[in-house]
């Protein structure tokens, strides 16, 4: 398990932060080796099914043995217990999409990046309270690119990742990164329903390939 620090330096380095589940392992597998094909060295595994706690198990399985230095993450964390299960699994990062405070105390005890969703400066304050450095705004698409540039004052120390309708464009990234975020998070917006039915690995390189130099693009701007 990697430090807090490690994770979030890589978390900005990479500047997105791509998540996904699907039900088959060989599918996730898949999926995980065209992210890490084109560049991408930190992903979020979504435990939103039955089978997310045996998949991250064989994500885990086969990252250790064929690609070295990916961070893997469970998301939608949303108990203690969720949070302890993909711990012991091997998870380097938590992501949640809420303000949990017995998610945090396992996170803290753990000493494990603990990244809430939050969506008010109410939730935002309690991250901060609670030692948090960096949080997940969410749903994005609501939030939009003003309600960073509105609170970002508010709170000079803390990191911003919105995630939920992030789209991979440059007019849309700009916007974001403009109002002061770390990285995005985009799930279905990279990795679509269609690409995972399909099992299209190569348009995923491709499209990774492309917004990851895009990222860099403007990052450098």
């Given at each position: 398990?990697?430090?807090?620090?490690?994770?979030?330096?890589?978390?900005?380095?990479?500047?997105?932060?791509?998540l996904?589940?699907?039900?088959?392992?060989?599918?996730?597998?898949?999926?995980?080796k065209?992210?890490?094909?084109?560049?991408?060295?930190?992903?979020?595994?979504?435990?939103?099914?039955?089978?997310?706690?045996?998949?991250?198990?064989t994500?885990?399985?086969?990252?250790?043995?064929?690609?070295?230095?990916?961070?893997?993450?469970?998301g939608?964390?949303?108990?203690?217990?969720?949070?302890?299960?993909?711990?012991?699994?091997?998870?380097?990062?938590?992501?949640?999409?809420?303000f949990d405070?017995?998610?945090?105390?396992?996170?803290?005890?753990?000493?494990?990046?603990w990244?809430?969703?939050c969506?008010t400066?109410?939730?935002?304050?309690?991250?901060?309270?609670?030692?948090?450095?960096?949080?997940?705004?969410?749903?994005g698409?609501?939030?939009?690119?003003?309600?960073?540039s509105?609170?970002?004052?508010?709170?000079?120390?803390?990191?911003?990742?919105?995630?939920?309708?992030?789209?991979?464009?440059?007019?849309n990234?700009?916007?974001?990164?403009?109002?002061?975020?770390?990285?995005?998070?985009?799930?279905?917006?990279?990795?679509?329903?269609?690409?995972?039915?399909?099992?299209?690995?190569?348009?995923?390189?491709?499209?990774?390939?492309?917004?990851?130099?895009?990222?860099?693009?403007?990052?450098?701007?």
């Open positions: 398990m990697e430090t807090e620090a490690y994770v979030i330096s890589k978390i900005k380095e990479q500047a997105v932060m791509p996904f589940y699907h039900s088959d392992a060989t599918t996730c597998v898949n999926i995980t065209a992210l890490y094909d084109a560049g991408i060295r930190l992903i979020e595994f979504t435990n939103r099914g039955a089978e997310a706690l045996h998949n991250f198990k994500l885990i399985a086969e990252r250790n043995a064929n690609m070295p230095g990916l961070l893997l993450g469970a939608t964390i949303k108990t203690d217990n969720a949070a302890n299960d993909f711990i012991e699994a091997g998870a380097d990062f938590l992501v949640s999409p809420v405070s017995s998610v945090c105390d396992t996170a803290y005890m753990q000493k494990i990046l990244i809430p969703g969506m400066p109410t939730e935002i304050h309690a991250a901060e309270q609670a030692g948090c450095k960096l949080v997940k705004l969410f749903p698409q609501l939030l939009q690119p003003a309600f960073v509105a609170v970002k004052e508010l709170f000079p120390g803390m990191l911003f990742m919105p995630t939920g309708g992030v789209e991979a464009t440059d007019t990234l700009k916007a974001w990164f403009a109002a002061g975020v770390c990285a995005v998070g985009m799930g279905s917006k990279l990795i679509s329903n269609e690409m995972l039915s399909s099992n299209n690995t190569e348009l995923l390189k491709e499209k990774t390939t492309e917004l990851l130099k895009l990222l860099i693009k403007i990052k450098k701007q």
